[in-house]
C-alpha cells in the first residue's frame, strides 16, 4: 500500500475557503493548474503506470486544489485487507513516514525546553542502561539517532515477514529500547548512515523520559489536535511490549497527513500558532548526512529522506 501526496507549495496566491478540518481549499484553475497534466497523471495511475495509489493531494500556497482517491490493495502491519475503496475518511498505514511524526515530536519537546539539545548523550536519559555506557556508546547523541547515524548494528534489508529482520526482532521484543541499545556497535556515530528503525523506537523513549507520555499521547496533544487532527490509530508493536510502534504504526487520512506537509512548508506554525520552532525545521528538512538507498543516492535530514528533485529550471539539489 502506498499513500501518495504531493504538495506544490508555490508562491501564488489563490482564493480559498477554509473546511472543517481546517485546511483552506481552492481550485485548480484559480490555481494555474495545468488540468490537462493533472489528466494525464489520473490516467497513468488508472492503468498501473503508477501502482497501487491510494490517493493524490495537490496544495498550491497552503491551498488544497486537488483531491482525488482510488480504490487499492491495503494491509494493517501487513495483514492483507483487499481491495479497499478509498475516500477522504479512510486510514491508511502510513509506514515509516510514522518516523518524521516521531521527530516532529522531538523538536517539540526541544521548543517546550523539555529536551535542552540534540547533542545531548543518549544514555543520559536511560539510566537503567548506565553499564552500555562505555565505548562509542558513549558518544551516541539524539542527533545520530535522527539522522540514521547510531553505528549501532541493524539489519532492515531483509522482508518484514523475516523474524530476523532487526525491526521485527525489536517489536517482538519485551523491553524494545534495550533491544535497540544492547546491539554492538560497528561505526563510530554520526559517520555512517544506516537505515534503523530502532532508532526511532530509541527517540519516542525519550518523548517519554522528559514528558511521562507515549509518543501517541504526546503527538496527540502537541501535534494532532492544534493541527485538527481527530481521527487516527498508532498501531501497537506487539503483545510482548504494548508500546506504539514508532518506527511504523501510525495510520491518518491523506488530508491530516498533508498537514504535515503544509506545517513544515509554513516553518511549523499553523494557523497563526507556532507548534514547532521554526530553526526545527530548517534544520529537519535539511540534509544531515548523505546516504544511499531506493532511488538512488541523495541526503537524510531528521527522520525525513531527502531527494534531488527535477524541474522545469532545472535540478534542485537535496537539502
Known amino acids: 500500500m502506498r499513500v501518495f501526496f504531493l504538495c506544490l507549495l508555490l508562491a501564488m496566491k489563490i482564493h480559498a475557503q477554509q473546511n472543517a478540518d481546517g485546511i483552506l481549499v481552492g481550485s485548480m484553475h484559480s490555481g494555474g493548474i495545468d488540468s490537462l497534466s493533472i489528466q494525464r497523471i489520473e490516467a497513468e495511475i488508472q492503468n498501473g503506470t503508477y501502482p497501487n495509489i491510494h490517493s493524490l493531494l495537490i496544495a498550491r500556497h497552503n491551498n488544497l486544489v486537488y483531491e482525488h482517491y482510488w480504490p487499492g490493495k491495503d494491509e494493517i502491519l501487513g495483514n492483507d485487507l483487499g481491495i ?120 519516542a523513549a525519550i518523548v517519554k523520559k522528559v514528558s511521562g507520555k507515549e509518543i501517541d499521547a504526546f503527538a496527540r496533544e502537541y501535534l494532532f489536535e492544534p493541527l485538527g487532527i481527530s481521527r487516527w490509530q498508532w498501531l ?56 544511499s538507498g531506493p532511488g538512488g543516492s541523495g541526503g537524510y535530514g531528521y527522520q525525513f529522506w531527502i531527494f534531488p528533485v527535477m524541474t522545469k529550471q532545472g535540478l534542485i539539489p537535496g537539502g
Open 84 to 203: 479497499v475503496t478509498h475516500d477522504r475518511d479512510s486510514l491508511h498505514d502510513i509506514r515509516s513516514v510514522t518516523k518524521s511524526f516521531v521527530a516532529t515530536c522531538i523538536g517539540i519537546a526541544l521548543g517546550q525546553g523539555r529536551i535542552k539539545s540534540i547533542d545531548q548523550k543518549v544514555l543520559s536519559f536511560f539510566p537503567e542502561y548506565a553499564q552500555l555506557d562505555t565505548g562509542m556508546k558513549s558518544s551516541l547523541t539524539i542527533r545520530h539517532l535522527l539522522t540514521m547515524s547510531s553505528g549501532l548494528e541493524w539489519n532492515e534489508n531483509l522482508p518484514y515477514s523475516d523474524p530476523r529482520n532487526s525491526e521485527i526482532s525489536m517489536d517482538k521484543s519485551i523491553d524494545p529500547v534495550g533491544y535497540v541499545l544492547k546491539q554492538p556497535i560497528n561505526h563510530k556515530p554520526g559517520t555512517v548512515w544506516d537505515y534503523n528503525g530502532g532508532n526511532t523506537q530509541v527517540l
Open 236 to 291: 501497537r508493536s506487539s503483545d510482548a511490549n504494548q508500546l506504539p510502534a514508532a518506527a511504523s504504526g501510525l495510520r491518518l487520512c491523506s488530508r491530516d497527513l498533508l498537514k504535515l506537509g503544509l506545517l513544515y512548508n509554513n516553518r511549523g506554525a499553523w494557523k497563526g500558532k507556532q507548534l514547532v520552532p521554526a530553526w526545527w525545521v530548517d534544520s529537519a528538512s535539511r540534509s544531515s548526512i548523505e546516504r
